[in-house]
């Protein structure tokens, strides 16, 4: 998998990323634990029909967790091998199920650019914008989770984020779901 359109996401969404390894500040640790969490939840639990079960919780909204940090760091090698890991079952999973992770993961990076509002003849610079033109002049809405929208610069294009409390990008109004159905 090629990763080119993930960082792609990220300098539309205002996150670092780097070549060589580098300490993320908790914040940032914590929105990484929430999106990968997040996201194997979802397969887990809507995916596969499987609801997990901690110390007799079952757990069956994928983003209803909290995050902490355990107050020691991130340790480089436990980082690698843990995405490694990821990486094996990720691609375990798609062999046992006979599905074609390469080609939907390229629609599905396509798809996550959507979330990104591409603003035409933007005058207004980079930056945050206030919660009373979060419509941008484009009709755009965003979900109630959004805190804060941002208009960013990448290259000669502006383009707006709606992000949470925590971090993660939302989806605007102009945002359509993917349709994998073609894979299937």
Known sequence: MDS?????????AGQAHGKEWQIADENTRKLGAQLLLSETLEYVIKGL?????????KITCPNSLNYHSNGNG???????????????????NSEALGLPLEDAFDTICDNNLEKFVKLKD???GAGPVESNNWHLNCKVTWPSEVSTVEVIKIENDYFAVGKDERGKVRKPSSFSPVDLSSYL
Do not use: H, S
């Not at 029909?49 to 919780?57: K, L, T, Y």
């Not at 991130?74 to 375990?92: F, S």
């Open 49 to 57: 029909g499987i609801i997990p079960e901690f110390n007799g919780q």
């Open 4 to 12: 080119k359109k993930v960082r792609t996401f990220m300098e539309l």
């Open 122 to 124: 933007w005058g207004n």
């Open 74 to 92: 991130p340790d480089k090698e436990e980082i690698l091998d843990g995405l490694c890991d990821v990486a094996y079952t990720m691609y375990w």
